[in-house]
């Protein structure tokens, strides 16, 4: 029986996308000194051989000074170029679309890498996160000018070094995200107030680089079904910005959820979605029928019984999966060549309700950057590793501090 996965995919660019599976972003943590490094060259290429019609990067920060992780890989100009190519070839062969995310932080950037962020609004994180994170300030009009340039400058950069594309991040709280939710954007002036307003920001992000890149140059978004916050950006909102970007001309569009306040993205949503697998599958068949462009959803698809169903719905055009990618590198060829036993991931805890309600998702994070350092090493993953072992492994290497600062 052929499977739906192994057909190719045409984007509205004409770029052909060989299958549809799509591995999404996960911030490798692996740059050095915030360059890309041979440990990401390696990571690459086992993920490009592995058979995945389209790789998103782990987000790569447009400004020096504001980062998610510490070690970002952050591109602000062109000093990285020969290792930027490098990646972008590995990336590439076997007929991969590779695309780099593109992102900025906003005030979701740790407190030991940023004394005081930069947010749409001077409005700190809440809950038991907030303590995590300092206070931001509020961006002034100059500066957001000068963020949408940044934003052009790293995907016009991205084309030069080979990549096929840009991914921009509008997931997930990070910067673009605070701009879209009424929430974390109070401002008063033509970048807040009316959703018209709040996705100015990604808009005029979305035009600059369109502006400046070739037509075949894939233009992708990722975007927030919604935070999953009271008063805050909604799916109503979220299918108005994806009727919008359609409009506009975006290539693609990756549905995600959540922020770091309420991580959806990470841990799903509702019984209901978690039946069928995947978190975002009940708001793709709402946003459907506004969006005929290609659209991914990512978040809990395991089974390739719930990926084919998804594929058959209609509701989604390519499957996006991101932590199955760091334990099995070649997870598409192994469904391929039926091979792939259904992975079962669960959350990363200690057990220890106290420490886990404090960093848990921190740990989860880290067990699988420890995870994408081994593919990176030419090694197996090794999902036995426990969170205690991973736990003590940060103490030892990094201290207190660890916690604080390895969240993305
Ligand atoms: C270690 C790690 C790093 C991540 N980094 C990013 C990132 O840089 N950009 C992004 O959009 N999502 C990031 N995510 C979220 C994933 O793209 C994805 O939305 C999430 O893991 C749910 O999909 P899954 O169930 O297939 O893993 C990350 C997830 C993990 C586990």
Same mark, same amino acid.
């Given at each position: 029986?052929?499977?739906?996965?192994?057909?190719?995919?045409?984007? /509205? &660019?004409?770029?052909?996308?060989?299958?549809?599976?799509?591995?999404?972003?996960?911030?490798?943590?692996?740059?050095?000194?915030?360059? /890309?490094?041979?440990?990401?060259?390696?990571?690459?290429?086992? %993920?490009?051989?592995?058979?995945?019609?389209?790789?998103?990067?782990?987000?790569?920060?447009?400004?020096?000074?504001?980062?998610?992780?510490?070690?970002? !890989?952050?591109?602000?100009?062109?000093?990285?170029?020969?290792?930027?190519?490098?990646?972008?070839?590995?990336?590439?062969? +076997?007929?991969?679309?590779?695309?780099?995310?593109? &992102?900025?932080?906003?005030?979701?950037?740790?407190?030991?890498?940023?004394?005081? /962020?930069?947010?749409?609004?001077?409005?700190?994180?809440?809950?038991?996160?907030?303590?995590?994170?300092?206070?931001? #300030?509020?961006?002034?009009?100059?500066?957001?000018?000068?963020?949408?340039?940044?934003?052009?400058?790293?995907?016009?950069?991205?084309?030069?070094?080979?990549?096929?594309?840009?991914?921009?991040?509008?997931?997930?709280?990070?910067?673009? *995200?605070?701009?879209?939710?009424?929430?974390?954007?109070?401002?008063?002036?033509? %970048?807040?107030?009316?959703?018209?307003?709040?996705?100015?920001?990604?808009?005029?992000?979305?035009?600059?680089?369109?502006?400046?890149?070739?037509?075949?140059?894939?233009?992708?978004?990722?975007? +927030?079904?919604?935070?999953?916050?009271?008063?805050?950006?909604?799916?109503?909102?979220?299918?108005?910005?994806?009727?919008?970007?359609?409009?506009?001309?975006?290539?693609?569009?990756?549905?995600?959820?959540?922020?770091?306040? *309420? /991580?959806?993205?990470?841990?799903? !949503?509702?019984?209901?979605?978690?039946?069928?697998?995947?978190? =975002?599958?009940?708001?793709?068949?709402?946003?459907?029928?506004?969006?005929?462009?290609?659209?991914?959803?990512?978040?809990? =698809?395991?089974?390739?019984?719930?990926?084919?169903?998804?594929?058959?719905?209609?509701?989604?055009?390519?499957?996006?999966?991101?932590?199955?990618?760091?334990?099995?590198?070649?997870?598409?060829?192994?469904?391929?060549?039926?091979?792939?036993?259904?992975? +079962?991931?669960?959350?990363?805890?200690?057990?220890?309700?106290?420490?886990?309600?404090?960093?848990? *998702?921190?740990?989860?994070?880290? %067990?699988?950057?420890?995870?994408?350092?081994?593919?990176?090493?030419?090694?197996?993953?090794?999902?036995?590793? *426990?969170?205690?072992?991973? =736990? =003590?492994?940060?103490?030892?290497?990094?201290?207190? +501090?660890?916690? #604080?600062?390895? #969240?993305?």
């Amino acid at each position: 029986m052929t499977l739906q996965l192994s057909q190719p995919l045409t984007l /509205p &660019n004409g770029k052909v996308i060989k299958n549809r599976f799509f591995k999404g972003a996960m911030s490798e943590q692996l740059a050095n000194e915030h360059a /890309p490094s041979s440990a990401l060259v390696n990571l690459y290429d086992r %993920w490009a051989k592995g058979g995945a019609g389209v790789l998103v990067t782990g987000n790569v920060m447009i400004d020096r000074t504001a980062l998610g992780g510490p070690k970002d !890989v952050v591109i602000e100009d062109e000093r990285d170029l020969a290792m930027l190519r490098q990646w972008a070839k590995v990336g590439t062969q +076997n007929n991969t679309i590779l695309l780099m995310q593109i &992102n900025h932080p906003g005030k979701q950037s740790p407190k030991d890498l940023a004394k005081q /962020p930069v947010a749409p609004s001077a409005i700190g994180l809440t809950g038991s996160i907030g303590k995590f994170f300092n206070p931001p #300030r509020a961006l002034t009009e100059t500066e957001i000018e000068q963020l949408i340039e940044r934003f052009a400058t790293t995907a016009v950069i991205a084309e030069k070094a080979g990549f096929s594309g840009v991914q921009i991040h509008s997931a997930h709280g990070y910067l673009i *995200s605070q701009f879209l939710s009424p929430l974390h954007n109070q401002r008063q002036d033509q %970048w807040g107030g009316s959703l018209e307003n709040r996705m100015r920001f990604l808009v005029e992000v979305y035009r600059q680089i369109r502006e400046r890149t070739e037509s075949e140059f894939i233009i992708s978004v990722k975007l +927030n079904s919604a935070d999953f916050q009271r008063g805050g950006f909604s799916e109503e909102d979220s299918v108005k910005v994806v009727e919008k970007l359609v409009e506009l001309g975006v290539d693609h569009i990756e549905i995600s959820g959540g922020n770091y306040e *309420s /991580p959806a993205m990470l841990e799903g !949503v509702k019984a209901s979605t978690l039946k069928r697998e995947a978190y =975002f599958l009940d708001y793709a068949e709402k946003v459907r029928n506004v969006c005929p462009i290609p659209l991914t959803i990512t978040g809990g =698809f395991r089974s390739t019984k719930a990926m084919e169903d998804a594929l058959a719905s209609g509701q989604v055009d390519l499957i996006g999966l991101a932590k199955p990618f760091a334990i099995l590198p070649d997870l598409p060829n192994q469904i391929f060549e039926n091979r792939y036993q259904t992975l +079962n991931l669960k959350p990363v805890r200690t057990g220890v309700k106290k420490l886990d309600d404090v960093i848990g *998702s921190t740990l989860e994070m880290a %067990w699988y950057f420890y995870q994408m350092e081994r593919l990176s090493q030419g090694l197996d993953a090794n999902p036995a590793y *426990s969170a205690w072992k991973l =736990f =003590f492994r940060i103490l030892w290497q990094q201290g207190k +501090n660890g916690f #604080r600062k390895e #969240r993305a």
